[in-house]
């Protein structure tokens, strides 16, 4: 089955950059998306089709892709930014959706 | 303003069985695909199951294949997942999310209900 590697944990302090990164075999013929998810909330999708993003969502959340690699950055990172995140693809292999193990973002 | 209310969660026994529905307000209902995502506590997301507009394509992920069944009434504007022979392993608090029209990803989600299995 398809496999989205994600790291578990990222930190960044306030106003910097945060890189949150998505690996996947042949990823780059797969849209990959976005989810933001704070404690006890349901998820928000932040990022789709590797870059776009759904009104409401920050300019400072953006997406890209490299080969293998999608990257979530967020920009001047706020401390309500921290939570987890997680890339999701779909997987038309299998037709399934997969996402990935979950990073979660911590702000110093 | 676009909502979805999950409602069917419980503590059930190992092998039993419950009905997730979720009620869909604020868009076309049958416009949109829907999903059935979960998450085990402390865990992350989990994608159970999907349904197209008409209900006329269904996914189920491997873990619940033969076990579970999506299904959806769009003059009620309703999203259900039949979940029978639950095990342990399906405790989960289980969102039902809307498809963003001709992408798969999730635009909307409930706020989620839980299930626990267990004797």
């Known amino acids: 089955s398809y496999v989205l590697t994600q790291p578990p944990s990222v930190s960044v302090a306030p106003g910097q950059t945060a890189r949150v990164t998505c690996g996947g075999d042949?990823?780059?013929?797969?849209?990959v998306h976005w989810y933001q998810q704070k404690p006890g909330q349901a998820p928000v999708l932040v990022v789709y089709?590797?870059?776009d993003r759904p009104s409401g969502i920050p300019e400072r959340f953006s997406g890209s892709k490299s080969g293998n690699t999608a990257t979530l950055t967020i920009s001047r990172v706020e401390a309500g930014d921290e939570a987890d995140y997680y890339c999701?693809?779909?997987?038309?292999?299998?037709?399934?959706?997969?996402f990935g193990g979950g990073t979660k973002l911590t702000v110093l | 303003e676009v909502q979805l209310v999950e409602s069917g969660g419980d503590l059930v026994q190992p092998g039993g069985s419950l009905r997730l529905s979720c009620s869909a307000s604020?868009?076309?209902?049958?416009?949109?695909?829907m999903n059935w995502v979960r998450q085990a506590p402390g865990k992350g997301l989990e994608w159970v199951s999907y349904?197209?507009?008409?209900?006329?394509?269904?996914y189920y992920a491997d873990s619940v294949k033969g076990r579970f069944t999506i299904s959806r009434d769009n003059a009620k504007n309703s999203l259900f997942l039949q979940m029978n022979s639950l095990r342990a392993e399906d405790t989960a608090v289980y969102y039902c999310?809307?498809?963003?029209?001709?992408?798969?990803?999730?635009?909307?989600w409930g706020q989620g209900t839980l299930v626990t299995v267990s004797s």
């Open positions: 042949n990823l780059g013929s797969k849209s």
């Open positions: 349904i197209s507009t008409s209900g006329s394509t269904i």
């Open positions: 604020g868009f076309t209902f049958r416009s949109y695909s």
């Open positions: 999701q693809v779909w997987d038309s292999d299998s037709d399934h959706t997969v």
């Open positions: 089709n590797d870059n």
């Open positions: 999310a809307r498809d963003l029209v001709g992408v798969a990803a999730r635009d909307y």
